[in-house]
């Protein structure tokens, strides 16, 4: 994961710490290649520049106390800020006082979606919370398939029907089925489309409206870059979500969507995928991502 963004700051605080002692020019020189780094990793423009602002405020005060290890300090500095582009602190399932808790699933066709819904619903079983998915993508026939082949192999409860295509009765009549078996959770499974398309987006408004979702969770291809991030304004202008799950972080070497994901919408990453298995999910911290990048 972000192997060849962590690479590269690597070697660029490498270099400032052979020099030791550190000229504004140092710094000045150390930070256009971070600059560099950031946007090769396809991170945002205005956020690497806004980000490049606040480290290079941090890091004059620094060398003007002309502390021992100056590279050291350049590194926490970056790392405060890192953390704090990657959401600052830790965000987790806003769960509802009263159960279940309603999850709403969206997202692009190929996101992750559906595998990402079974991970959460495993996750959260383990948590000993009881959750139940439900199939709300109708117009894949395969989608209600493979939903039922993910829940008997995770040993979670799906709902579906292939009766009707309406989504609001089917999200309904899931969750109904969620109260009487006293689940903590139901996760519903929406429908996505090869791109954001005004039917796709009504449809998901109206089902929001109808549900009252606690969450409402964009499902994102990090491997996508900045193509994730606009497809995310786009699905936050239309549903208002309330955080990021940002999946195949496992083959992305770059790391530009989770870098900007949160600088962009102010929405909290809250899990990233790492796999296809199904126990591929981790919790996001923004902090600890920070560690990583920078090891
Ligand atoms: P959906 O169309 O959005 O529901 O997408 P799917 O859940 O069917 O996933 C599309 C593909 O991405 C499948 O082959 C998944 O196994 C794969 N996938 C999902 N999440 C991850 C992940 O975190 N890492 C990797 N490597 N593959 C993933």
């Not at 987790?92 to 969206?106: A, E, N, R, Y």
């Not at 026939?141 to 292939?162: C, F, M, S």
């Not at 309904?172 to 499974?189: C, E, F, L, N, S």
Request: charged residues 30%; proline residues 3%; hydrophobic residues 45%.
């Amino acid at each position: 994961m972000f192997d060849e963004l962590s690479d590269k700051l690597g070697n660029v605080f490498a270099k400032l710490r052979g020099r030791g002692v550190l000229t504004d020019a140092d710094i000045k020189e150390g930070l256009r290649e971070v600059r560099r780094v950031l946007l090769e990793a396809d991170v945002n423009f205005s956020l690497t520049r806004e980000f490049l602002e606040r480290v290079e405020k941090k890091a004059v005060g620094v060398l003007q106390i002309k502390t021992i290890q100056p590279a050291q300090q350049l590194v926490k500095i970056v790392h405060d800020e890192l953390t704090a582009m990657l959401g600052e602190r830790r965000e987790g399932l806003k769960m509802s006082t009263v159960p279940p808790t309603i999850i709403m699933m969206v997202g692009l066709q190929g996101s992750g979606k559906t595998t990402t819904a079974g991970k959460l619903a495993r996750k959260l079983m383990l948590e000993n919370r009881s959750t139940r998915l439900v199939a709300a993508d109708v117009y894949r026939p395969a989608a209600i398939d493979q939903l039922e082949t993910l829940g008997k192999a995770l040993n979670v409860p799906v709902y579906a029907d292939r009766d009707t295509k309406d989504v609001v009765k089917i999200a309904k009549a899931g969750i109904d089925q969620g109260v009487r078996a006293r689940d903590r959770v139901v996760i519903i499974d929406t429908a996505g489309r090869l791109q954001i398309d005004a039917d796709m987006m009504d449809e998901l408004k109206k089902l929001k409206a109808a549900i009252k979702p606690d969450e409402i969770l964009f499902v994102a291809d990090g491997m996508t870059g900045q193509e994730a991030v606009k497809i995310a304004q786009g699905f936050d202008e239309a549903l208002n979500v309330t955080g990021v799950i940002l999946t195949k972080l496992d083959g992305d070497a770059r790391g530009g969507a989770a870098l900007s994901i949160y600088g962009v919408l102010k929405k909290p990453i809250k899990y990233i995928g790492v796999g296809e298995k199904p126990d591929a999910l981790e919790e996001f911290h923004p902090e600890r991502m920070a560690g990583r990048i920078l090891q």
